[in-house]
């Protein structure tokens, strides 16, 4: 079954930006609807974005109009591009193939001065 692997967590201040990756291990991938998720400590995890084969894309509304999804099927990557970065976006990114049990191994993202 297909593997997902994020990548491009790490440390930002506030108001920075930061771009994640999530890199499917089959081409297959192009037909998947992708999701980004977050899990701050202590809380469950949520839904941050969506998009579909199609590109048609959903947000959080604690996201919309700072982050973007978006995918490169030649790559088989989506991406998650989070601008105007607050503490309150701190947590561990996981990216998962829709409707299914597949998700990645996370990747942690710390926003602080």
């Known amino acids: 079954q297909v593997q997902l692997v994020e990548s491009g967590g790490g440390l930002v201040q506030p108001g920075g930006s930061l771009r994640l990756s999530c890199a499917a291990s089959?081409?297959?991938?192009?037909?998947?609807?992708i999701g980004w998720y977050r899990q701050a400590p202590g809380k469950q995890r949520e839904l941050v974005a969506t998009?579909?084969?199609?590109?048609?894309?959903n947000y959080a509304d604690s996201v919309k109009g700072r982050f973007t999804i978006s995918r490169d099927n030649a790559k088989n990557t989506v991406y998650l591009q989070m601008n105007s970065r607050n503490p309150e976006d701190t947590a561990v990114y996981y990216c998962?193939?829709?409707?299914?049990?597949?998700w990645g191994q996370g990747t942690q993202v710390t926003v602080s001065s």
């Open positions: 089959e081409s297959i991938f192009r037909w998947y609807e």
């Open positions: 998962h193939k829709q409707y299914s049990g597949i």
């Open positions: 998009i579909t084969s199609g590109h048609t894309t």
